[in-house]
Structure formats: structure tokens, C-alpha cells
């Protein structure tokens, strides 16, 4: 039955996105439309689409076993430790619309300062990203499927990826962009009836003050190790913060390091840049932390009986919703979940698909490769990592390892290689053997001190014993420390002066496209307000994390254990910004795109008039010179057309 629900849903969501944008819209079939959307989406689309990348199925999963593990702290620390990534990321997305306008990876980006060998590196430390986030996308989603449905995790392993394939395949990006929308919004809608149900219409729970007595039994029979007096009800927790320190290393990786998120950066409009990432990481915090405060604390109030590998695997939500709703509670988890695995699976398809095609192909096979080819290589790379996301969640399964060990695991693996790629964009003088060698030795200096933390702590190096807190927390620590300290000492001694002009002269390979790269010459979109832009998210960014991390724990530790007032009022902030996120997400979107909806509906009453597509912004066809490179100098006139981007 799950199969045949997963392939409608997918041919409808073709059927509907490609049918208004080639009857309607602007869009054309073109390598540049089916990866970069035309670089215009708004800024509510941007948003919602960041909530949807960051939504896997350890959002869902692992943050509710965060509380059922450490109690209230654990959905803060999911919550907050993964938010200020997203916001810290508009710096470098403005940083990619002021810097790199035509790009389409993060490498080619790489590759335009730094060269080969660069290029090589760190295409290996974003594939082995998207490796990690594809298999844990994979594996709590059969997990869950199987323990809802009993449906064998091999074949749900690979009926995920193939229900997200069709529509990614004919779509491209644009596919992505709408199912992030109809997915997200469904995700908040089961939100907000999972949070009611527990706080107040279940018969079971139904108020804040029923779920803090519970705890407080809770506690009294079953204490809490390392937390304050062994409750369930404070931020004094030392496994909670050790998690939080696990939890922010290893998102920088998969945010930074994952091209889905550049993607997204690339896709948007000059002016979306910013506020998209400020906006999508305000919207996506309440998804872990309500969810979590909900389902995890009531699997623990209602002492519902989930053994450690069960709760390792993800199981706590799925079993929580059971008991509250019944099998209605059941469908809708696996229907929230579904939507959380495809919609981010849909992301990671497109985003090694364009790491193969352009950082691959055209590099290295076929330099002089042209816009039409180019789309044909994508699409057959969306269908290649289609049955490779599969193979690689069944070798986990067959390996046993949990989903809440892989997660704990990929600070270890792609820590090390944050830094040097945020300094690229954003520092002249890094060093490109600096960042090289900060990337692999950083990340062997990791992954070192995690099997040596284990030996010396716990005399044996096993599965458990290296899924400890403290020797995950040293892995994690050591990786990117030593990536960063490596990449800046070494370019302190031995500085670059980089001018980024060669960034600029990414090119783009298909004629008849709107070479302005969403640019106006005033207005929000002009290059003038993208100095105004950057200014306004390092303000408000970095503003916005110190408000998440450290300031809200330290304010939470001042209540101690928190009291059945306090508590109260913890649970009114998470269903309130619960519900604000919601309508947020599903009205912002429509009203951004409200024009081209009304045209919809004139169209569809015969009344419309159909828009012209993208004019090309150079003289000829000629100008483009298709056959040219990817990286290197560039012609005279080609130079005079870049000259507007030297920012």
C-alpha cells in the first residue's frame, strides 16, 4: 500500500509542478533551470525550503529520544544546536551572491580560487556529506516504516529514494522547491495536532500540569543519570550539554559541507539571500523542539516501555503517537515522516547530482560540454544516486549501526572541513594548502582521538564504547579544531592576497538564460543592497545565535528544576511558536507568489496571458562562447559584461 501511496504522491506532484510551468510560467528545459531554478526564488520559498532540507528523520526521530533520554534539555539542545548553522549560513550566502553570482557548487567555487587539488579534496568531504545525510535520511525512515507497517527495511531502503526519484528526475530543482512546500506544511499541520493532543485535548496527558506530575513520578522511580537530583525537569544535565557540543559541531559539516544548502543560496534572489536563512532557521527550530517536547516527554511521562536500541533506532515518536492516537497516530507519524524523507531526499538527489555533473563531468570529462548535455548527465546522476542512497542505508543496517550513531559520528568525519570552506569566501589570505591540510589531517586527528579517547576510558575500542558521549564529544571537538586552527596558522605564516575576480568568472553554459543571475541595477536586488544585506545578517545572525546559544540555557539554569509553573510556561512557548511557524510557512510562499497563482486561475478560465520566458542578457548567442572551460580567463567582452559583479 506504502508504495503505491509514495508513487501517486510523487506523479501528482509532477503532474501539477510541470504543468503550470510550462503552460504558465517562465521556465525553460535547460541544465541552469533544472539546477539553479532561474536564481529567483523569494524569500518565504527559500525559507521553507532551508526548513525542509533541515527536517531529516533524526529531526523527528533523534530529538524526541534527546528527551526521553535527558528530559527537557534534550529538544532545546536538538533544537538550538542545529538552528545557529542555518543562520550563520546567510553570511555566506550573501557572501555567494556578491562573490560568485553565476556559480552552481560550492566546489566550482573551490575550484576557481584554489585549483585542482582543492577541487579534489573537498569534492570528497561533500560527497561523503551527502553520503552520511542520504543514509540517515534512509535509515530512520525504513526504521520507522517497518516498526509502523512491517514492511522489510531493505525494500522500504529503497522505495524511499525511488518515490523521490520521479519527480526530481523530470523537475530538477523546481521540484524540489514545491514539494518543500506541500511536505513542510503538512509536517507543521501533524506538528501542531501531536502538541495539542499532549497539552491539551488527549485523554491520557492533556495539560502541562498532568505531564510535570508525571515527571515528577518519573523521576522519583527512575532517575536521571547526571542530571540535578535525577530530574527529567532541568538544564542541569551533563549528557544533555554533552549532546548540545556533539550536536553543534556536527551540523556545521552538514550544513556547510552539504551542497543543498548552497543550492538553495544559489537559487535564490539576490534579496531571499538573507532573510531566507534568518527566516528558515527561526521556522525550523520549533519542529524538533515542540515535536520533541510533545512526543518525548510524554513517551517519558506515560513511562511507555522503549528499550535503549529501540530508542537509539528512533523509536520513541512513532511509539508515543501510537499510544495517544492509535492508529490514526501511527499513520500520521509515518505520513510526517514520509514527508520529511522525501522532501530532503528530493534535496540531496539534485545536490549530488550537481556536484557529478558540474564538478565532474564538465571539469574532467567533457570540458566543453554544453547546457543541453549537461541536463542529461544531471538527470542521469538524480537516477545513479537514487539506488546508491539505498545501498548505502541496507550496509549501515547490516552493520547495525543505529541512527543516533551515525548522527553522533559525522562531526568526526566532515568537522574538519567547516572552516576552510567558510574561509574561502570569506578571507583573502587563506591559505589553499592550509585549508587542504586543515580538511585530511583535522579529520584523521578526529577520528584518532575518538578510538583512542575509547581505548584509554573504557580499555576496549567496541560499538558501544565509541558511541559514548564523551568519546563522540572528543571526536567531534578535536576534528574541527584542528581543521580550523590548521587552515588559519598556516595562513597567518603564509597569506594569501586573493582578489576573487576568478570567481566571478564562473560561467554559465546555456544560451537563451537570463545571465543576470536574478540581479536589477536598484532596488533590493541590486549588487549596492547586498552590502546592506551582509551587514544586516551579521547583525541580526550572530545576534540571533548568541540568543540560542549561550543565553537561553544560561536563563533555563537559573530555574533549576523547572517548577510546574515554569514548565508551563516552557510548553506554552513551544506550542506558540509552534503554531506562528505554521501559518507562516504555508501563507508566506502563496502571498510571495500570488501573482503567478492569479495568473493560474486566469489561465485556467481563459483569461491569462502567458509570460515570455528569460531573454538573454547577452548580445548573441556567440558572446556565451559555449565551448569554453569552466574555469580560466575569459574573453575580452565576456570581462566587460562581468565587470557589474566586482563587488
Given at each position: 500500500?506504502?508504495?503505491?501511496?509514495?508513487?501517486?504522491?510523487?506523479?501528482?506532484?509532477?503532474?501539477?509542478?510541470?504543468?503550470?510551468?510550462?503552460?504558465?510560467?517562465?521556465?525553460?528545459?535547460?541544465?541552469?533551470?533544472?539546477?539553479?531554478?532561474?536564481?529567483?526564488?523569494?524569500?518565504?520559498?527559500?525559507?521553507?525550503?532551508?526548513?525542509?532540507?533541515?527536517?531529516?528523520?533524526?529531526?523527528?526521530?533523534?530529538?524526541?529520544?534527546?528527551?526521553?533520554?535527558?528530559?527537557?534539555?534534550?529538544p532545546?539542545?536538538?533544537?538550538?544546536?542545529?538552528?545557529?548553522?542555518?543562520?550563520?549560513?546567510?553570511?555566506?550566502?550573501?557572501?555567494?551572491?556578491?562573490?560568485?553570482?553565476?556559480?552552481?557548487?560550492?566546489?566550482?567555487?573551490?575550484?576557481?580560487?584554489?585549483?585542482?587539488?582543492a577541487?579534489?579534496?573537498?569534492?570528497?568531504?561533500?560527497?561523503?556529506?551527502?553520503?552520511?545525510?542520504?543514509?540517515?535520511?534512509?535509515?530512520?525512515?525504513?526504521?520507522?516504516?517497518?516498526?509502523?507497517?512491517?514492511?522489510?527495511?531493505?525494500?522500504?531502503?529503497?522505495?524511499?529514494?525511488?518515490?523521490?526519484?520521479?519527480?526530481?528526475?523530470?523537475?530538477?530543482?523546481k521540484?524540489?522547491?514545491?514539494?518543500?512546500?506541500?511536505?513542510?506544511?503538512?509536517?507543521?499541520?501533524?506538528?501542531?495536532?501531536?502538541?495539542?493532543?499532549?497539552?491539551?485535548?488527549?485523554?491520557?496527558?492533556?495539560?502541562?500540569?498532568?505531564?510535570?506530575?508525571?515527571?515528577?513520578?518519573?523521576?522519583?522511580?527512575?532517575?536521571?543519570?547526571?542530571?540535578?537530583?535525577?530530574?527529567?525537569?532541568?538544564?542541569?544535565?551533563?549528557?544533555?550539554?554533552?549532546?548540545?557540543?556533539i550536536?553543534?559541531?556536527g551540523?556545521?559539516g552538514?550544513?556547510?559541507?552539504?551542497?543543498?544548502?548552497?543550492?538553495?543560496?544559489?537559487?535564490?534572489?539576490?534579496?531571499?539571500?538573507?532573510?531566507?536563512?534568518?527566516?528558515?532557521?527561526?521556522?525550523?527550530?520549533?519542529?524538533?523542539?515542540?515535536?520533541?517536547?510533545?512526543?518525548?516527554?510524554?513517551?517519558?511521562?506515560?513511562?511507555?516501555?522503549?528499550?535503549?536500541?529501540?530508542?537509539?533506532?528512533?523509536?520513541?515518536?512513532?511509539?508515543?503517537?501510537?499510544?495517544?492516537?492509535?492508529?490514526?497516530?501511527?499513520?500520521?507519524?509515518?505520513v510526517?515522516?514520509?514527508m520529511?524523507?522525501?522532501?530532503?531526499?528530493?534535496?540531496?538527489?539534485?545536490?549530488?547530482?550537481?556536484?557529478?555533473?558540474?564538478?565532474?563531468?564538465?571539469?574532467?570529462?567533457?570540458?566543453?560540454?554544453?547546457?543541453?548535455?549537461?541536463?542529461?548527465?544531471?538527470?542521469?546522476?538524480?537516477?545513479?544516486?537514487?539506488?546508491?542512497?539505498?545501498?548505502?542505508?541496507?550496509?549501515?543496517?547490516?552493520?547495525?549501526?543505529?541512527?543516533?550513531?551515525?548522527?553522533?559520528?559525522?562531526?568526526?568525519?566532515?568537522?574538519?572541513?567547516?572552516?576552510p570552506?567558510?574561509?574561502?569566501?570569506?578571507?583573502?589570505?587563506?591559505?589553499?594548502?592550509?585549508?587542504?591540510?586543515?580538511?585530511?589531517?583535522?579529520?584523521?586527528s578526529?577520528?584518532?582521538?575518538?578510538?583512542?579517547?575509547?581505548?584509554?576510558?573504557?580499555?576496549?575500542?567496541?560499538?558501544?564504547?565509541?558511541?559514548?558521549?564523551?568519546?563522540?564529544?572528543?571526536?567531534?571537538?578535536?576534528?574541527?579544531g584542528?581543521?580550523?586552527?590548521?587552515?588559519?596558522?598556516?595562513?597567518?605564516?603564509?597569506?594569501?592576497?586573493?582578489?576573487?575576480?576568478?570567481?566571478?568568472?564562473?560561467?554559465?553554459?546555456?544560451?537563451?538564460?537570463?545571465?543576470?543571475?536574478?540581479?536589477?541595477?536598484?532596488?533590493?536586488?541590486s549588487?549596492?543592497?547586498?552590502?546592506?544585506?551582509?551587514k544586516?545578517?551579521?547583525?541580526?545572525?550572530?545576534?540571533?545565535?548568541?540568543i540560542?546559544?549561550?543565553?537561553?540555557?544560561?536563563?533555563?539554569?537559573?530555574?533549576?528544576?523547572?517548577?510546574?509553573?515554569?514548565?508551563?510556561?516552557?510548553?506554552?512557548?513551544?506550542?506558540?511558536w509552534?503554531?506562528?511557524?505554521?501559518?507562516?510557512?504555508?501563507?508566506?510562499?502563496?502571498?510571495?507568489?500570488?501573482?503567478?497563482?492569479?495568473?493560474?486561475?486566469?489561465?485556467?478560465?481563459?483569461?491569462?496571458?502567458?509570460?515570455?520566458?528569460?531573454?538573454?542578457?547577452?548580445?548573441?548567442?556567440?558572446d556565451?562562447k559555449?565551448?569554453?572551460?569552466?574555469?580560466?580567463?575569459?574573453?575580452a567582452?565576456?570581462?566587460?559584461?562581468?565587470?557589474?559583479?566586482?563587488?
Open positions: 500500500m506504502l508504495d503505491w501511496v509514495a508513487f501517486c504522491k510523487a506523479r501528482v506532484l509532477l503532474a501539477a509542478m510541470m504543468w503550470a510551468d510550462r503552460r504558465f510560467g517562465a521556465g525553460h528545459n535547460s541544465s541552469e533551470d533544472f539546477q539553479t531554478c532561474g536564481r529567483t526564488i523569494k524569500t518565504g520559498l527559500i525559507a521553507v525550503d532551508i526548513v525542509s532540507h533541515w527536517t531529516w528523520a533524526a529531526t523527528l526521530l533523534q530529538s524526541s529520544n534527546q528527551a526521553y533520554q535527558y528530559g527537557v534539555s534534550g532545546f539542545w536538538y533544537a538550538g544546536g542545529a538552528t545557529i548553522q542555518i543562520i550563520l549560513f546567510g553570511i555566506l550566502a550573501v557572501q555567494v551572491k556578491m562573490k560568485a553570482p553565476s556559480a552552481h557548487t560550492v566546489l566550482e567555487i573551490v575550484h576557481a580560487r584554489w585549483g585542482t587539488a577541487h579534489l579534496v573537498f569534492f570528497f568531504f561533500c560527497f561523503l556529506t551527502n553520503i552520511i545525510v542520504s543514509a540517515m535520511l534512509i535509515l530512520g525512515g525504513a526504521a520507522v516504516m517497518t516498526a509502523l507497517t512491517g514492511m522489510n527495511t531493505i525494500a522500504a531502503a529503497f522505495l524511499i529514494p525511488i518515490s523521490v526519484c520521479v519527480y526530481t528526475t523530470t523537475g530538477g530543482l521540484a524540489t522547491f514545491l514539494s518543500s512546500y506541500i511536505h513542510t506544511v503538512i509536517i507543521y499541520v501533524a506538528l501542531c495536532i501531536f502538541a495539542f493532543t499532549v497539552y491539551a485535548t488527549g485523554s491520557d496527558l492533556g495539560s502541562p500540569s498532568k505531564v510535570w506530575n508525571h515527571l515528577q513520578v518519573k523521576a522519583a522511580n527512575k532517575p536521571v543519570s547526571g542530571n540535578q537530583d535525577g530530574s527529567y525537569l532541568t538544564f542541569f544535565s551533563s549528557n544533555g550539554l554533552t549532546f548540545g557540543i550536536n553543534i559541531i551540523n556545521f552538514t550544513v556547510f559541507c552539504d551542497q543543498a544548502y548552497w543550492q538553495s543560496a544559489i537559487a535564490a534572489r539576490p534579496s531571499a539571500a538573507n532573510k531566507g536563512y534568518l527566516l528558515g532557521g527561526i521556522l525550523w527550530f520549533c519542529i524538533p523542539f515542540t515535536l520533541a517536547t510533545c512526543l518525548g516527554l510524554s513517551a517519558l511521562a506515560l513511562d511507555l516501555p522503549i528499550t535503549v536500541t529501540e530508542a537509539n533506532e528512533g523509536l520513541v515518536p512513532p511509539a508515543a503517537a501510537f499510544f495517544l492516537l492509535g492508529k490514526g497516530g501511527g499513520i500520521l507519524m509515518t510526517m515522516l514520509l520529511a524523507v522525501t522532501s530532503s531526499g528530493s534535496a540531496e538527489l539534485i545536490a549530488v547530482s550537481s556536484l557529478f555533473t558540474y564538478d565532474g563531468y564538465w571539469h574532467y570529462i567533457n570540458p566543453r560540454a554544453t547546457g543541453k548535455q549537461l541536463l542529461i548527465v544531471s538527470k542521469i546522476m538524480v537516477l545513479v544516486y537514487t539506488v546508491l542512497m539505498g545501498v548505502f542505508a541496507v550496509i549501515l543496517q547490516q552493520l547495525n549501526c543505529s541512527l543516533g550513531y551515525v548522527y553522533e559520528i559525522m562531526g568526526v568525519l566532515i568537522g574538519s572541513a567547516v572552516i570552506i567558510a574561509l574561502c569566501l570569506m578571507w583573502k589570505k587563506t591559505n589553499k594548502w592550509g585549508a587542504m591540510a586543515g580538511a585530511v589531517f583535522g579529520q584523521w578526529g577520528l584518532i582521538a575518538w578510538l583512542v579517547f575509547a581505548k584509554i576510558k573504557y580499555s576496549v575500542v567496541t560499538y558501544d564504547t565509541t558511541f559514548e558521549n564523551y568519546t563522540m564529544l572528543t571526536g567531534n571537538v578535536v576534528s574541527l584542528m581543521g580550523g586552527l590548521i587552515c588559519m596558522i598556516t595562513s597567518l605564516i603564509f597569506p594569501e592576497d586573493y582578489d576573487f575576480v576568478s570567481m566571478k568568472e564562473i560561467r554559465l553554459l546555456d544560451d537563451n538564460f537570463d545571465s543576470d543571475m536574478g540581479f536589477t541595477k536598484e532596488g533590493a536586488d549588487l549596492e543592497a547586498m552590502h546592506k544585506a551582509l544586516f545578517i551579521l547583525i541580526w545572525g550572530g545576534l540571533l545565535a548568541i540560542l546559544i549561550p543565553i537561553w540555557p544560561l536563563l533555563a539554569l537559573a530555574a533549576g528544576t523547572f517548577s510546574q509553573g515554569y514548565f508551563t510556561f516552557w510548553v506554552i512557548l513551544s506550542l506558540i509552534g503554531l506562528i511557524a505554521t501559518v507562516i510557512a504555508t501563507l508566506l510562499p502563496i502571498w510571495e507568489s500570488r501573482e503567478a497563482l492569479v495568473n493560474v486561475f486566469k489561465h485556467l478560465v481563459g483569461k491569462g496571458v502567458k509570460r515570455p520566458g528569460p531573454q538573454p542578457a547577452y548580445d548573441s548567442q556567440a556565451m559555449l565551448g569554453q572551460a569552466p574555469t580560466g580567463t575569459t574573453a567582452d565576456d570581462s566587460a559584461h562581468n565587470s557589474k559583479f566586482n563587488v
